[in-house]
C-alpha cells in the first residue's frame, strides 16, 4: 500500500487533473439524456435492467473516485497546515488536490443523482 501511496505521490495534479471529475460527470449526464431518448422512441420504456446503463454509470463512479483518490493522496501530503495560500509550488499542488477531492466528491453525488431516475422511473409518460 505504500508503494502504491508513493506512485500516487510521484503524480502531479494540474487543471486537467481537475478537470476530470466534472467532465466524466457531464459525460454521463449527455449519455443519461440520449439513453433515456433512444430507449423511449425506440422501446417505449425503459428497458427491465438497463445493462448499458448500469455499466456506464460504474465506469463513470469508478473514474471519478479514481481521480479523487489520487488528489486524497497528494493532498494528504505532509507539509505546512492549511490554507495553502504561498506562491510556492507545493502548495498549489495542495491546493488543487484539494479542490479535486471537493469537485470529485460533488462530481459523485452529481452522477448517482443523474442515474437514479432509472431506478424509479419505468415508463416514458
Known amino acids: 500500500m ?3 501511496a508513493g506512485r500516487l505521490r510521484r503524480r502531479t495534479v494540474t487543471l486537467w487533473t481537475m478537470v476530470v471529475p466534472p467532465t466524466v460527470w457531464a459525460a454521463h449526464f449527455l449519455f443519461s439524456y440520449l439513453w433515456a431518448a433512444l430507449m423511449c422512441a425506440k422501446v417505449g420504456a425503459f428497458a427491465a435492467f438497463p445493462t448499458l446503463y448500469v455499466a456506464a454509470t460504474a465506469v463513470a463512479i469508478v473514474v471519478i473516485v479514481a481521480s479523487g483518490v489520487i488528489a486524497w493522496v497528494q493532498a494528504r501530503e505532509p507539509g505546512d ?3 495553502h495560500d ?8 495542495r491546493f488543487l488536490a484539494t479542490a479535486t477531492v471537493l469537485l470529485a466528491a460533488l462530481s459523485t453525488i452529481a ?3 443523474t442515474a437514479a431516475p432509472v431506478a424509479f422511473l419505468t415508463d416514458c409518460r
Do not use: L, S
Open 111 to 113: 452522477v448517482v443523482f
Open 86 to 93: 504561498a506562491g510556492t509550488t507545493k502548495d498549489r499542488q
Open 81 to 83: 497546515a492549511p490554507p
Open 2 to 4: 505504500k508503494r502504491i
